[in-house]
């Protein structure tokens, strides 16, 4: 499967914005998927899950209550939507996906095996 991520830019402390990945080249839904992010100078790390149906997503503490994520098979889609932007938040955002994990809650990277090319995200204080 290809992931293409959108959807990144620059916004002001206490902004929104709102992340796409489309995937093509494979059954989107046998994936679990995730968006995980990378600060400079910092180590990749997990951002939100979601499970094959949507059904369930799972979070890092530290965006719980601000961003939400969510996806559409029928669009072959997954979604960050972001909310309260904070300086910390500035990164670049990967979604990724692999048939293998079944929990929303994988957050090693290493076990998820398609990666989009990343969206920028600069939030300004």
């Known amino acids: 499967v290809q992931l293409q991520a959108s959807g990144g830019g620059w916004v002001q402390a206490g902004g929104s914005l709102r992340l796409s990945c489309a995937a093509s080249?494979?059954?989107?839904?046998?994936?679990?998927m995730a968006w995980f992010r990378q600060a400079p100078g910092k180590e990749r790390e997990f951002v939100a899950g979601?499970?094959?149906?949507?059904?369930?997503?799972s979070y890092a503490d530290s965006v719980k209550g601000r961003f939400a994520i969510s996806r559409d098979n029928r669009k072959n889609t997954v979604y960050l939507q972001m909310n309260s932007l904070n300086h910390e938040d500035t990164a670049v955002y990967y979604c990724?996906?692999?048939?293998?994990?079944?929990?929303?809650?994988?957050?090693?990277?290493?076990?998820?095996?398609?990666w989009g090319q990343g969206t920028l995200v600069t939030v300004s204080s």
């Open positions: 990724a996906a692999d048939p293998s994990v079944i929990t929303s809650a994988q957050r090693m990277a290493a076990q998820y095996g398609y």
């Open positions: 080249g494979g059954t989107f839904s046998r994936y679990v």
């Open positions: 979601v499970t094959r149906s949507g059904g369930s997503t």
